[in-house]
């Protein structure tokens, strides 16, 4: 079956690179999906603190996103080569 595939011209690198951005992609979502469970159940426990909360909040899910973000441009890199 590999030996098919390498025969029809599939290039592995970039099904690997495809593969290695939706696990970065699925990662992230699920990173900033806890953190919004966790900063809400923290919020209903102490509502006083929900402006503290809500910035470290939103702090954490940029750097995710900003670590995913790196992670598909780099899958894409070596999609592209």
Known sequence: MILE???AGVNFAQVGAAIGAAIAVI???WGIGMIGKSATESIARQPS???NIRTSMILTAAFIEGVALFAIVVCL???LK
Request: charged letters at 0%; a neutral charge.
């Open 5 to 7: 595939a390498v025969a």
């Open 27 to 29: 990662g992230a979502a």
């Open 49 to 51: 603190a929900a402006g």
């Open 77 to 79: 890199l070596i999609a």
